[in-house]
Structure formats: structure tokens, C-alpha cells
């Protein structure tokens, strides 16, 4: 089974400072890889997602995460954040065969805060 | 262009009561799925259908029932209420082709068991 580990759950950071946040999954197979964010009483957003090619993947918002195969991980980063990046984050993982119909795995989140 | 629904937003019941979820889609979109969301376990499926008609069990399936006799329609039930089934309940949709990997998500239901 899928297992996916973000490493930390809560970060608070200043604003104009860099971002990065862990993902770390679990599945010897093909995935792909997800990064949601979820802002205070909202649902949630797709902020990237990699399927393939180029391991470095540009989402909204100016965050960007990298995958790296070797390590299974998939963290997300944003060099320099905003107070309305306040939110908790997502990383998600389903497996490449599974033909569409299965669900995603997600971590546990990362409630980020951003202090002006 | 509604998009995703979900009612009620909010709900409280009672231990042993029935109570349905809906969850609403107006892109046609084949695949649909229920998350629920608690603090410190992220999101957990319950289940999802690949088809009207077609349906089948997540992560945490045990004290729900789901049912799809439409493509725009995915109810969730919980036959018996219990208060470890307060949650924050999300539905989801994804098409079969283009964005297949992509779940677009719904408001989510705040749901209270008391």
C-alpha cells in the first residue's frame, strides 16, 4: 500500500522568506504526485502536479516542487512567501496503473503559517 | 458552472441516526470519490466509483454506504451515526480522459455526530 510522509506539520515563517516543505512517499511503482493547498474555510486547491517528464514542475502562486526518484520525494518550495500562503498543504501520490479509478493517498498535512 | 457541490455544508446529528451526504457534479466526469478529513490524518477515502453503477471501497469504508445511479450523483450515507464519524467530508470528481489524474474537489461537509 501507498504511504505518504509529510515531515512537518506545522511551519510558521516570516513573510519574504523561502519555503520548502517535505513529501516523502512509499510505492515501489509508477505515481504521480499531487500538491493541494487549502486555505482557511475553503476546499482544496490543486496547486502542481507531476506526471512526467521535466522532475521540476511549476505550479500557481510561484510554487514549484521537484521530484526526485531516487529519494521518492516530491518537495514543494516557494523562495519567497506571502502572507496569503497561510494555509495547510497537501501531498497526495496514486499509482500510475491504476487506470484512473483509484484514489488519491494523502499525507497528513502541513499547516503553514505566514507572519507579517 | 457550479462545478462540484456538496449538501448540506453543515450538519449535526445524533448517535444511531441516519444521515446522507450529497455530493453533485455537472462535468459528466466518470470518476468520483469521498475523502473524509480529520486533524492529524490528512484525507482518508472512503470510497469512490469509476462509473454509475460502479463503486467500490477506500481506505476507511466500514459504517458508510454509497450508492451512484447517476454519472452527476455520489450520495454518502452513514447508516448508523457514531461520533468517531465527525468529520470534515469531501467529495471529488475526475474525467476519464485529459486531466484523468486530477481530482477537483467540493466545498466539503462539516458533520457533527453528537
Known amino acids: 500500500a501507498q504511504s505518504v510522509s509529510q515531515h512537518n506539520h506545522h511551519v510558521i515563517l516570516s513573510e519574504a522568506a523561502s519555503l520548502e516543505l517535505g513529501c516523502n512517499y512509499s510505492?515501489?511503482?509508477?505515481?504521480?504526485l499531487f500538491w493541494y493547498v487549502q486555505y482557511p474555510g475553503q476546499h482544496l486547491q490543486l496547486l502542481l502536479k507531476y506526471f512526467s517528464g521535466d522532475p521540476l514542475v511549476k505550479g500557481i502562486k510561484g510554487f514549484e516542487a521537484e521530484f526526485i526518484k531516487s529519494k521518492f520525494s516530491f518537495n514543494l518550495r516557494k523562495p519567497s512567501v506571502q502572507w496569503s500562503d497561510t494555509a495547510e498543504y497537501f501531498c497526495a501520490v496514486n499509482e500510475r496503473s491504476g487506470g484512473g479509478a483509484d484514489g488519491l493517498t494523502f499525507g497528513k498535512g502541513t499547516h503553514l503559517i505566514i507572519q507579517p | 458552472d457550479a462545478g462540484i457541490t456538496q449538501s448540506p455544508r453543515y450538519k449535526i446529528t445524533e448517535t444511531g441516526r441516519q444521515v446522507t451526504l450529497m455530493c453533485h457534479q455537472t462535468w459528466s466526469h466518470s470518476y468520483m470519490f469521498w475523502y473524509r478529513q480529520d486533524l492529524g490524518h490528512g484525507l482518508r477515502l472512503i470510497y469512490y466509483?469509476?462509473?454509475?453503477?460502479?463503486?467500490d471501497k477506500g481506505e476507511v469504508p466500514d459504517g458508510y454506504v454509497v450508492s451512484r445511479s447517476k454519472t452527476e450523483n455520489f450520495p454518502l450515507t452513514l447508516e448508523s451515526a457514531t461520533r468517531s464519524q465527525t468529520s470534515v467530508y469531501f467529495c471529488?470528481?475526475?474525467?476519464?480522459?485529459?486531466?484523468?489524474?486530477?481530482?477537483?474537489f467540493g466545498p466539503g461537509t462539516r458533520l457533527t455526530v453528537t
Open positions: 471529488a470528481s475526475k474525467a476519464r480522459d485529459g486531466s484523468i489524474y486530477e481530482q477537483y
Open positions: 466509483s469509476a462509473a454509475a453503477d460502479i463503486t
Open positions: 510505492y515501489g511503482g509508477t505515481v504521480n
